[in-house]
């Protein structure tokens, strides 16, 4: 199997697996206090020792970095709680129109409690319009959502330029940094961010693990009440093992392997243009503003499930945009947003990349490709026949 | 079983049968779009005498269910005569197809629709309809209801972009309010035509573009 779905998740670095395996059956204790038993002392400084490697990764204090379940809870964590936290002056809510859907349906539902949301529109590469992000950016907004890279055609946002907006009108800033966490460079001493959404098992940690990192000094609720963990901004058990798990995977988390991912992106790029007639690039053409991992291409005249059933029956695992594929019934909002056709959504085909890929499988991928679009081709009414 | 799909559906979605055009046909039908995701473009040669469907091939732009659908509703109807291919129905298709998931079935019924507007309008060009009505505005408009607007994903006539309909002694004009260089304009004209001209009064039909 050619797995070339790691934006959705990634396979579990064995050493990972090794580095968690002892918090299973060994130092299974609740991480406690250090007026604790051994064990609960020896579960607390493996998490606190996770939580160090995880700071110092963002640049951040340990103190500032809350354990969560995943991306999902730490994005609600980071919008709800800020805007429970935000005064009666600042109830605005500012997010872009492609970032996750934990995001978006996040902020729409504090739209429904009363927080005024503005949806920044984006352009034909995803990037956020900062002009309209300064409309909307105002004295009485509480929180901007941007995120670091996007999901589908894996766009970097400018954020040194967001973070200016909204330093100057004192909103808070936080960074959906679930894809890019360890492969793009994140550093908050000098994007003033003042909450960002890490997760691991998209950089080849665990499930069930996250992290928000909290700037010192920002307001923020808790949305989930019980213990006093995690500096008293998440209750609940802390999930050791996963913690551990994933200070390892940023550990492992080097430069080299970041350079590989992109050297494969760029082959797959030049691969399929050449293999398929007429495909097109979605999202940015310069790969250098993309997530490293990130191939996103529409095949004009077939559609996108037909296409990955196909090179599902080839072993290789990929995802469309088209409406056909999702639950929704509905073509990628991220594309819809950026102004693209509805049948160039429906077109549209995501390969995501990691370390664990091979120079041979991407040039196995692309041939894969041209014979199933053009097999496609063949039985389609929309394409040109000789 | 991870795919949804019964071994059926995925031999007809992997070896569909029946793709391509019928040369000179007797009649064709397209529904479906591409702004839609599911297109379906049918095309059938009938034995006059026997009104028997002697070829029929089919072209698919579309998912899997779209595609095997399309497979076997034209194994179904060959062979058969035309009052026989017009009672076969989407759940007859499925239940060929051992079930089709149920988010799925919307695939299948376009198919179905193909093959019933086809043999409709070989009746019309055939002198076989039982009534002869003669074309109005309601009509036309009834059939322009199943083009889309490649803007809005949705009809022409739900979204108003057809303004006007007139009809002279089977000459028929279609007002879009659409600029003629429009990138969809081209196309757009031949699916209204495609829709209109096979009806049985109607000599011809101009498509005129008045857009802003």
């Not at chain 1, 503003?289 to 080839?314: A, I, Q, T, Y």
């Not at chain 1, 102004?339 to 990691?354: D, M, Q």
């Not at chain 2, 469907?53 to 179904?76: H, P, V, W």
């Not at chain 2, 199943?146 to 057809?162: E, F, H, M, Q, S």
Request: charged share 25%.
């Amino acid at each position: 199997m050619i797995y070339l779905d790691n934006a959705a998740s990634t396979r579990v670095d064995p050493r990972v697996v090794e580095a968690m395996l002892p918090f299973f059956t060994e130092t299974y204790a609740v991480a406690s206090s250090q007026f604790s038993h051994t064990p609960g002392i020896l579960a607390k400084e493996a998490l606190d020792r996770a939580r160090s490697v995880i700071a110092e990764r963002l640049g951040a204090g340990p103190d500032e970095i809350v354990f969560t379940s995943g991306g999902t809870e730490s994005n609600n964590l980071a919008l709800k709680g800020a805007a429970a936290a935000a005064g009666p002056k600042r109830k605005g809510i500012v997010c872009s129109a492609v970032e996750h859907t934990s995001v978006l349906h996040t902020c729409r539902a504090l739209e429904k409690r009363g927080f005024p949301l503005a949806v920044v529109p984006v352009d034909g590469e995803g990037f956020v319009d900062l002009n309209r992000l300064e409309e909307a950016v105002t004295d009485q907004t509480a929180v901007v959502s941007v995120q670091q890279g996007n999901q589908e055609v894996g766009t970097l946002q400018p954020l040194d330029a967001v973070a200016d907006l909204c330093r100057k009108k004192g909103a808070l800033l936080h960074v959906d940094a679930s894809l890019s966490f360890t492969q793009t460079g994140l550093d908050v001493r000098s994007i003033p961010a003042n909450l960002v959404t890490v997760t691991a098992h998209k950089m080849h940690g665990p499930k069930g693990i996250g992290a928000l990192y909290v700037r010192k000094g920002t307001a923020l609720e808790k949305i989930q009440h019980g213990g006093y963990m995690e500096n008293d901004l998440r209750a609940g058990t802390e999930n050791v093992a996963a913690a551990v798990g994933f200070g390892k995977a940023v550990e492992i988390a080097d430069d080299a392997s970041v350079e590989s991912v992109r050297l494969l992106q760029k082959r797959l790029f030049a691969l399929l243009l050449e293999a398929v007639p007429d495909a097109q690039v979605n999202g940015p053409a310069d790969p250098a503003k993309r997530l490293c991992g990130n191939v996103n291409v529409s095949f004009p005249f077939v559609e996108g499930e037909s296409v990955v059933l196909h090179l599902d029956m080839k072993g290789i695992a990929v995802i469309t945009g088209s409406a056909c594929f999702s639950r929704s019934l509905e073509p990628s909002y991220v594309m819809m947003a950026m102004g693209y056709s509805h049948e160039r959504a429906h077109g549209s085909i995501r390969f995501t990349l990691s370390r664990f890929n091979t120079e041979d499988e991407i040039r196995r991928t692309a041939e894969a490709c041209r014979e199933v679009v053009e097999a496609l081709r063949r039985i389609s009414p929309l394409a040109k026949k000789e | 079983m991870s795919i949804p799909y019964t071994k059926k559906i995925l031999e007809h979605f992997m070896h569909p049968h029946n793709v391509g055009q019928v040369e000179n046909p007797d009649a064709t039908a397209t529904e479906g779009s591409p702004a839609c995701g599911d297109m379906v473009k049918l095309s059938l040669k009938v034995d006059a005498p026997t009104k028997t469907i002697t070829d029929i091939k089919f072209e698919s732009y579309g998912c899997a269910s779209n595609i095997a659908t399309g497979s076997i509703i034209t194994d179904l109807a060959k062979g058969r005569t035309i009052d026989e291919a017009k009672a076969i129905t989407w759940q007859k298709a499925n239940e060929e197809l051992g079930g089709l998931p149920p988010v799925k079935v919307h695939c299948a019924v376009l198919a179905v629709d193909a093959l019933k507007t086809a043999i409709e309008n070989y009746e019309h060009r055939h002198g076989l309809l039982k009534e002869k009505v003669p074309t109005d505005e309601k009509i036309v408009m009834k059939r322009l209801s199943r083009v889309i607007n490649p803007l809005a994903g949705l009809d022409v006539v739900r979204t108003k972009i057809v303004t006007e309909v007139r009809i002279e002694a089977g000459d028929v004009t279609v007002f879009v309010e659409l600029p003629e260089d429009h990138q969809f304009a081209a196309n757009l004209r031949n699916e209204i035509q495609e829709r209109i001209e096979p009806l049985w009064d109607v000599r011809s039909v101009n498509v005129v573009f008045r857009g802003k």
